[in-house]
């Protein structure tokens, strides 16, 4: 997880409320990626940006916001949290040649 | 759509052994294939990746290869060690151009334990 970092690492939070994770990176990669990863289902993509303010859906997007106002910063929205949105969350960034860099993830609890 | 399978779903060796897992893809037009390490609660750990074009990857105790007209790619590693326990994932980039082309697909992993 080498210039990525997560934040919160781990985040409790009540059906209903909003919920943003951050996703920060130190070497100016143009790519980056939110995925989530749950049993049964393996890690799904949920949204990816191609630059600032250029971003798209994945696999699994309802629910979910993204927005990147610097090249660093990636940001991952709930706009409303739901129990099935538990889950573990990852950042990943893709450096030329040496395909995916994953960060050290956010373990997310709906309640 | 890709679809990425890997068998077995769970692996025990005793150490020393050899061993292989597999990863199979039902699309061929990759761009390249990642090999991935996930240790209990951790993140992903970069292992091997081999480009399209590429036959294998070699890293220490580890060696990937790719056959991508069977749609196969392999991780072999040599004489297990239990640290080497872990979830190992398969993923693969696809082939076509455009911003949406950098998405990986994941296969589900291999949950392997090496006992002592």
């Known amino acids: 997880d080498a210039g990525i970092t997560q934040s919160p690492r781990h985040k409790v939070t009540e059906t209903g409320t909003p919920v943003t994770l951050r996703c920060h990176q130190t070497?100016?990669?143009?790519?980056m990626y939110w995925y989530r990863q749950d049993p049964g289902h393996g890690l799904r993509l949920i949204h990816y940006?191609?630059?600032?303010?250029?971003?798209d859906k994945g696999e699994v997007s309802d629910g979910y916001s993204v927005s990147r106002s610097k090249t660093e910063d990636f940001l991952l929205t709930l706009e409303s949290a739901t129990s099935s949105q538990t889950s573990v969350y990852f950042c990943?960034?893709?450096?030329?040649?040496?395909?995916?860099?994953f960060g050290s993830g956010t373990r997310l609890t709906v309640v | 759509k890709q679809e990425v399978t890997q068998i077995p779903a769970a692996l025990s060796v005793p150490e020393g052994e050899n061993l292989v897992l597999n990863c199979s893809f039902t699309d061929s037009a990759i761009y390249n294939l990642q090999w991935f390490r996930q240790d209990p609660g951790k993140g992903l750990t970069s292992l091997l990746l081999?480009?399209?074009?590429?036959r294998e990857q070699t890293s220490g105790r580890l060696n990937a290869s790719l056959d991508k007209s069977s749609g196969r790619s392999t991780l072999y590693i040599a004489a297990s060690q239990p640290g080497d326990s872990a979830t190992y994932l398969c993923a693969v980039r696809e082939g076509y151009s455009g911003a949406g082309s950098y998405q990986l697909t994941f296969g589900k992993g291999t949950k392997l334990s090496v006992i002592p």
């Open positions: 070497e100016n990669h143009r790519y």
């Open positions: 940006s191609y630059g600032v303010k250029d971003t």
């Open positions: 081999i480009q399209s074009s590429q």
């Open positions: 990943a960034i893709t450096r030329t040649g040496d395909g995916y860099t």
